[in-house]
Protein backbone atom coordinates (compact mmCIF):
# COMPACT_ATOMS: atom_id res chain seq x y z
CA UNK A 1 0.00 0.00 0.00
CA UNK A 2 1.47 3.48 -0.76
CA UNK A 3 1.68 5.58 1.90
CA UNK A 4 0.40 8.96 1.44
CA UNK A 5 2.92 12.15 1.59
CA UNK A 6 0.10 14.59 2.65
CA UNK A 7 -1.18 15.20 5.95
CA UNK A 8 -4.18 12.86 6.46
CA UNK A 9 -5.52 9.54 4.34
CA UNK A 10 -6.04 9.66 0.88
CA UNK A 11 -8.76 7.35 -0.41
CA UNK A 12 -7.12 4.27 -1.24
CA UNK A 13 -5.90 4.40 2.61
CA UNK A 14 -9.41 4.76 3.91
CA UNK A 15 -10.90 1.96 1.72
CA UNK A 16 -8.22 -0.01 2.75
CA UNK A 17 -9.54 0.47 6.44
CA UNK A 18 -13.05 0.21 5.28
CA UNK A 19 -12.06 -3.47 4.24
CA UNK A 20 -10.45 -4.50 6.88
CA UNK A 21 -13.44 -3.08 9.15
CA UNK A 22 -15.61 -4.86 6.83
CA UNK A 23 -13.61 -7.98 7.31
CA UNK A 24 -13.62 -7.97 10.90
CA UNK A 25 -17.16 -7.43 10.65
CA UNK A 26 -18.17 -10.38 8.66
CA UNK A 27 -15.67 -13.05 10.49
CA UNK A 28 -17.95 -11.64 13.46
CA UNK A 29 -21.23 -12.12 11.90
CA UNK A 30 -19.93 -15.89 11.03
CA UNK A 31 -18.48 -17.09 14.41
CA UNK A 32 -19.17 -14.61 17.21
CA UNK A 33 -22.69 -14.62 19.08
CA UNK A 34 -24.02 -11.52 18.98
CA UNK A 35 -24.92 -10.56 22.22
CA UNK A 36 -21.41 -10.69 23.38
CA UNK A 37 -18.85 -8.19 24.10
CA UNK A 38 -16.40 -9.04 21.49
CA UNK A 39 -18.99 -9.48 18.78
CA UNK A 40 -20.39 -5.56 19.88
CA UNK A 41 -16.84 -4.12 19.83
CA UNK A 42 -16.22 -6.09 16.06
CA UNK A 43 -19.39 -4.93 14.86
CA UNK A 44 -19.13 -1.66 16.30
CA UNK A 45 -15.87 -1.38 13.83
CA UNK A 46 -17.66 -2.83 11.28
CA UNK A 47 -19.96 0.24 10.70
CA UNK A 48 -17.38 2.39 9.02
CA UNK A 49 -17.44 0.32 6.17
CA UNK A 50 -20.68 1.31 4.50
CA UNK A 51 -20.27 5.20 4.74
CA UNK A 52 -16.88 5.12 3.67
CA UNK A 53 -17.93 3.46 0.15
CA UNK A 54 -20.63 5.85 0.04
CA UNK A 55 -18.93 8.53 0.34
CA UNK A 56 -15.92 7.66 -2.22
CA UNK A 57 -18.86 6.10 -4.38
CA UNK A 58 -20.36 9.72 -5.04
CA UNK A 59 -16.39 11.10 -5.43
CA UNK A 60 -16.03 8.15 -8.42
CA UNK A 61 -19.37 9.10 -9.88
CA UNK A 62 -17.97 12.90 -9.67
CA UNK A 63 -14.27 11.73 -11.54
CA UNK A 64 -15.11 8.81 -13.58
CA UNK A 65 -14.64 9.24 -17.51
CA UNK A 66 -17.99 6.63 -18.56
CA UNK A 67 -20.57 6.22 -15.99
CA UNK A 68 -21.43 3.38 -18.31
CA UNK A 69 -18.52 1.39 -17.51
CA UNK A 70 -18.78 2.14 -13.99
CA UNK A 71 -22.03 1.27 -13.51
CA UNK A 72 -21.39 -2.17 -15.86
CA UNK A 73 -18.34 -3.08 -13.53
CA UNK A 74 -20.03 -2.59 -10.49
CA UNK A 75 -23.39 -4.78 -11.94
CA UNK A 76 -20.85 -7.53 -13.03
CA UNK A 77 -19.21 -7.83 -9.43
CA UNK A 78 -23.14 -7.44 -7.86
CA UNK A 79 -24.27 -10.66 -9.82
CA UNK A 80 -20.38 -12.48 -8.88
CA UNK A 81 -21.02 -10.94 -5.17
CA UNK A 82 -24.40 -12.10 -4.63
CA UNK A 83 -23.67 -15.88 -4.86
CA UNK A 84 -20.88 -15.12 -2.84
CA UNK A 85 -23.26 -13.23 -0.26
CA UNK A 86 -25.37 -16.07 -0.70
CA UNK A 87 -22.81 -18.57 0.28
CA UNK A 88 -22.16 -16.84 3.30
CA UNK A 89 -25.07 -16.46 4.70
CA UNK A 90 -26.84 -19.79 4.09
CA UNK A 91 -24.32 -22.20 2.55
CA UNK A 92 -26.31 -22.12 -0.69
CA UNK A 93 -25.27 -20.19 -3.92
CA UNK A 94 -28.45 -19.40 -4.98
CA UNK A 95 -31.39 -19.45 -2.51
CA UNK A 96 -30.83 -16.68 -0.57
CA UNK A 97 -33.11 -13.71 -0.95
CA UNK A 98 -31.12 -10.19 -0.02
CA UNK A 99 -28.70 -9.24 -2.74
CA UNK A 100 -24.80 -8.30 -1.34
CA UNK A 101 -23.25 -4.47 -0.97
CA UNK A 102 -22.34 -4.31 -4.28
CA UNK A 103 -25.88 -4.52 -5.48
CA UNK A 104 -26.54 -1.75 -2.48
CA UNK A 105 -23.35 0.53 -4.38
CA UNK A 106 -25.23 -0.21 -7.76
CA UNK A 107 -28.48 1.10 -6.67
CA UNK A 108 -26.45 4.45 -5.03
CA UNK A 109 -24.44 5.11 -8.24
CA UNK A 110 -28.13 4.62 -10.17
CA UNK A 111 -29.21 7.45 -7.47
CA UNK A 112 -26.33 9.70 -7.87
CA UNK A 113 -27.05 9.60 -11.78
CA UNK A 114 -30.75 10.03 -10.90
CA UNK A 115 -29.78 13.10 -8.90
CA UNK A 116 -27.34 14.59 -11.47
CA UNK A 117 -29.59 14.25 -14.37
CA UNK A 118 -30.55 17.83 -15.26
CA UNK A 119 -33.06 16.50 -18.36
CA UNK A 120 -34.96 14.56 -15.91
CA UNK A 121 -37.77 16.65 -14.26
CA UNK A 122 -38.50 16.41 -10.48
CA UNK A 123 -42.10 14.56 -10.65
CA UNK A 124 -40.09 12.14 -12.34
CA UNK A 125 -36.73 11.97 -10.13
CA UNK A 126 -38.41 11.47 -6.47
CA UNK A 127 -40.68 8.10 -7.80
CA UNK A 128 -37.87 6.83 -9.48
CA UNK A 129 -35.42 7.22 -6.28
CA UNK A 130 -38.01 5.83 -4.49
CA UNK A 131 -38.45 2.84 -6.53
CA UNK A 132 -34.51 2.60 -6.06
CA UNK A 133 -34.53 2.42 -2.27
CA UNK A 134 -37.10 0.15 -2.37
CA UNK A 135 -34.97 -2.23 -4.74
CA UNK A 136 -32.43 -1.55 -2.02
CA UNK A 137 -34.37 -2.74 0.61
CA UNK A 138 -33.89 -6.34 -0.55
CA UNK A 139 -29.65 -5.98 -0.17
CA UNK A 140 -27.28 -5.34 2.26
CA UNK A 141 -27.42 -2.46 4.02
CA UNK A 142 -30.83 -1.25 2.34
CA UNK A 143 -32.11 1.85 1.64
CA UNK A 144 -29.60 3.26 4.41
CA UNK A 145 -27.22 3.21 2.23
CA UNK A 146 -28.39 5.34 -0.63
CA UNK A 147 -30.08 7.66 1.93
CA UNK A 148 -26.27 7.85 3.42
CA UNK A 149 -25.14 8.74 -0.43
CA UNK A 150 -28.41 11.49 -0.89
CA UNK A 151 -26.89 13.11 1.92
CA UNK A 152 -22.94 13.01 1.12
CA UNK A 153 -24.07 13.93 -2.32
CA UNK A 154 -26.41 16.99 -2.40
CA UNK A 155 -23.86 18.80 0.72
CA UNK A 156 -20.93 17.90 -1.91
CA UNK A 157 -18.10 20.29 -2.03
CA UNK A 158 -18.19 21.19 1.86
CA UNK A 159 -17.06 18.63 4.22
CA UNK A 160 -18.17 19.64 7.15
CA UNK A 161 -21.91 20.03 6.08
CA UNK A 162 -21.47 16.35 4.15
CA UNK A 163 -20.80 14.67 7.43
CA UNK A 164 -23.22 16.67 9.37
CA UNK A 165 -26.00 16.11 6.87
CA UNK A 166 -24.92 12.37 7.12
CA UNK A 167 -24.78 11.75 11.02
CA UNK A 168 -27.92 13.35 10.77
CA UNK A 169 -29.56 10.59 8.42
CA UNK A 170 -27.56 8.05 9.93
CA UNK A 171 -29.06 9.15 13.58
CA UNK A 172 -32.70 8.75 12.08
CA UNK A 173 -32.73 6.21 9.76
CA UNK A 174 -30.11 3.44 11.44
CA UNK A 175 -29.37 4.41 15.07
CA UNK A 176 -32.62 5.29 16.38
CA UNK A 177 -34.13 2.46 14.90
CA UNK A 178 -31.88 0.30 17.34
CA UNK A 179 -32.01 2.99 20.07
CA UNK A 180 -35.92 2.28 20.21
CA UNK A 181 -35.35 -1.48 21.75
CA UNK A 182 -33.29 0.89 24.65
CA UNK A 183 -36.72 1.87 25.83
CA UNK A 184 -38.23 -1.22 26.10
CA UNK A 185 -35.84 -4.10 26.88
CA UNK A 186 -32.04 -1.71 28.34
CA UNK A 187 -30.44 -5.09 29.06
CA UNK A 188 -31.08 -6.15 24.99
CA UNK A 189 -29.99 -3.16 23.70
CA UNK A 190 -26.85 -2.93 25.70
CA UNK A 191 -26.07 -6.65 24.65
CA UNK A 192 -26.60 -6.71 21.31
CA UNK A 193 -27.71 -3.17 19.87
CA UNK A 194 -25.34 -0.70 20.69
CA UNK A 195 -22.96 -1.69 18.23
CA UNK A 196 -25.07 0.54 15.85
CA UNK A 197 -23.32 3.73 17.67
CA UNK A 198 -20.23 3.03 15.56
CA UNK A 199 -21.73 4.42 11.97
CA UNK A 200 -20.75 7.64 13.39
CA UNK A 201 -17.02 6.06 13.64
CA UNK A 202 -16.93 6.83 10.01
CA UNK A 203 -17.35 11.20 10.69
CA UNK A 204 -13.62 11.90 12.24
CA UNK A 205 -11.78 9.51 9.68
CA UNK A 206 -14.06 11.25 6.62
CA UNK A 207 -12.74 14.34 8.18
CA UNK A 208 -9.06 12.67 7.71
CA UNK A 209 -9.32 12.62 3.83
CA UNK A 210 -6.93 14.66 2.01
CA UNK A 211 -8.47 14.49 -1.49
CA UNK A 212 -5.42 12.53 -2.88
CA UNK A 213 -6.50 9.24 -4.90
CA UNK A 214 -3.07 7.06 -3.88
CA UNK A 215 -2.57 3.86 -4.70
CA UNK A 216 -2.18 2.59 -8.13
CA UNK A 217 -3.98 1.39 -11.27
CA UNK A 218 -5.23 -1.65 -9.84
CA UNK A 219 -6.41 0.00 -6.37
CA UNK A 220 -10.22 0.14 -7.59
CA UNK A 221 -10.61 -3.35 -8.20
CA UNK A 222 -9.04 -4.79 -4.68
CA UNK A 223 -12.18 -3.67 -2.96
CA UNK A 224 -14.31 -5.55 -5.93
CA UNK A 225 -12.40 -8.62 -5.77
CA UNK A 226 -11.75 -9.17 -2.42
CA UNK A 227 -15.98 -8.48 -1.11
CA UNK A 228 -16.85 -11.95 -2.88
CA UNK A 229 -13.33 -13.47 -1.99
CA UNK A 230 -13.43 -13.26 1.83
CA UNK A 231 -17.30 -14.26 1.87
CA UNK A 232 -16.85 -17.14 0.20
CA UNK A 233 -13.99 -18.25 2.46
CA UNK A 234 -15.44 -17.46 5.13
CA UNK A 235 -18.83 -19.13 4.24
CA UNK A 236 -16.86 -22.02 3.02
CA UNK A 237 -15.10 -21.97 6.67
CA UNK A 238 -17.84 -22.09 8.62
CA UNK A 239 -19.97 -24.50 6.62
CA UNK A 240 -17.39 -27.18 6.82
CA UNK A 241 -16.03 -26.80 9.90
Known amino acids: MEISKTKGLNSSELKYIAILA ?19 IMHFIGRITAPIMCFFLTEGFHYTRNFGRYLGRMGIFAVISHFAFSYFMSGQLIGYSVSSMISTLALCLVTLWLINKKE ?64 KDPGYFLSTQIFRL ?44
Open 198 to 241: GIFLSVPLLMLYNGERGGGKATKWIFYVFYPAHLFALGYIYFNY
Open 22 to 40: MLIDHIAWAFIPLDTPLAQ
Open 120 to 183: LEVYWKLPLLVLVASLAQKCDWGANAVLFTVAFELARGNRKNQLLSFSAVALITYVLSGVGVLF
